[in-house]
């Protein structure tokens, strides 16, 4: 495996059901991020981790859970969710969280709420 | 007032054509301006970035910033349908990793 890798790369639960989301950087890089890409809406960016610390944490309801344990590893826990969740979510690492790092994303969980 | 302002499109051009995509942006705080590409069912890919004001160049884009009308371009010269894609701008602050990004334009190159 390489760069940014997402599972599961489609999703589909029930406002009652409790999933979740995993993403793997094989890059070495120290930053992991999660974003949250809904139609006609600008990519918004949902939590920042640096070297397993949460840093960010962009006013997101509690149904959303993210989880680091590691530097190459970060899940987003989902409980009672609404159907407006449903979107494209996006994981992306960086080696740090200074401007020039570049953030590689992965492909993406689609998910729909119904 | 959104801080990254894209419009979505969707824009049409045929092939051989100069594409020129803009963003406003209302922050003056931004430090790095970037242009990521996504193709259907991909994540964002990065494209370009600048520090500050200025140009740079790499094969056929071209990134521009204004930091003083606050306007970022991305120019695509001979453009090609493997260009079709949504393009984002996004901008960046100089610490703390949070990317802003605009709308997104929706790009066809026609053959």
């Known amino acids: 495996e390489t760069g940014v890798t997402q599972t599961p790369r489609h999703l589909v639960m029930g406002m009652t059901n409790k999933k979740s989301l995993k993403c793997e950087q094989h890059?070495?890089?120290?930053?992991m991020y999660w974003y949250k890409q809904s139609a006609k809406k600008p990519l918004e960016l949902m939590f920042v981790y640096n070297f397993k610390e949460q840093t960010e944490n962009n006013s997101v309801p509690s149904r959303f859970s993210p989880e680091c344990p590691n530097s190459s590893h970060l899940f987003l826990h989902l409980h009672t969710l609404q159907p407006e969740d449903s979107a494209l979510y996006l994981c992306?690492?960086?080696?740090?969280?200074?401007?020039?790092?570049?953030?590689?994303f992965g492909p993406g969980t689609r998910l729909t709420v119904l | 007032q959104k801080e990254v302002e894209q419009d979505p499109g969707p824009l049409s051009v045929p092939e051989g054509a100069i594409v020129s995509l803009n963003c406003t942006y209302s922050?003056?705080?931004?430090?790095?301006f970037m242009w990521y590409r996504q193709y259907s069912r991909k994540g964002p890919e990065l494209l370009m970035y600048t520090y500050s004001s200025g140009n740079k160049e790499d094969g056929r884009f071209t990134a521009q910033v204004d930091k003083s009308s606050k306007y970022i371009s991305l120019f695509i010269r001979d453009s090609q349908p493997s260009d079709s894609a949504t393009y984002l701008c996004?901008?960046?602050?100089?610490?703390?990793?949070?990317?802003?990004f605009g709308q997104g334009t929706e790009l066809s190159v026609k053959p």
């Open positions: 922050n003056s705080a931004f430090q790095y």
């Open positions: 992306a690492s960086s080696q740090g969280t200074s401007g020039g790092d570049e953030q590689f």
């Open positions: 890059l070495g890089h120290n930053a």
């Open positions: 996004a901008a960046l602050y100089n610490q703390g990793g949070k990317l802003i």
